[in-house]
């Protein structure tokens, strides 16, 4: 379902691209509008009631590839180590997991995906970590150690909202 919404939200990922061009300028930019598309692409699709299954899938997808290639993108010029991507992919590492409970238990297709509210926080916080490091301000390693906390967190969360599922 081709929607503005979810149009928006394709658009987020190829922005990442925009990070092959090695200017704080470009860069910062480029996770502005990704940022400004995250926020606009829900809000579109709630106000015009054209909310679906593809677009709660496509824009935290979005968000995951637009992320994944500008961290490579550092790691290939040396901005960023890969503990610290890890760091920062504690959150995805959780969907992961959580994902993988879904399956075993036959609950993928009927779990009503929406956002958590510690998945929202850690995103925000991988935009402000990618603003600094276009700006190319030092980033102190306990920072990342941060996204650890917050990645069990969102499996806490969806866990919760599984078995409070499962309870009724």
């Known amino acids: 379902m081709i929607t503005p919404s979810n149009t928006l939200s394709l658009m987020r990922g190829p922005l990442g691209l925009l990070f092959l061009i090695d200017n704080p300028f470009v860069r910062i930019s480029a996770i502005v509008l990704a940022m400004v598309t995250d926020i606009i ?49 504690s959150r995805d590492i959780a969907l992961i997991a959580f994902g993988v ?18 998945g929202k926080i850690s995103t925000a ?4 970590i990618l603003i600094i490091l276009s700006i190319g301000y030092p980033i102190p390693s ?27």
């Open 41 to 89: 692409d829900g809000y579109l699709a709630r106000k015009w009631k054209l909310t679906s299954r593809l677009g709660r899938l496509l824009d935290p997808a979005m968000d995951k590839v637009f992320v994944l290639t500008v961290l490579a993108i550092l790691l290939f010029e040396h901005k960023i180590a890969g503990w610290q991507i890890a760091m920062m992919l």
């Open 101 to 118: 409970i879904l399956i075993a238990s036959f609950k993928l297709t009927s779990f009503k995906f929406k956002p958590a509210k510690w």
């Open 125 to 128: 916080m991988q935009f402000i």
């Open 142 to 168: 306990y920072i990342y150690f941060l996204f650890a906390p917050l990645g069990l967190l969102v499996f806490i969360e969806l866990c919760c909202r599984l078995n409070k599922k499962l309870s009724y």
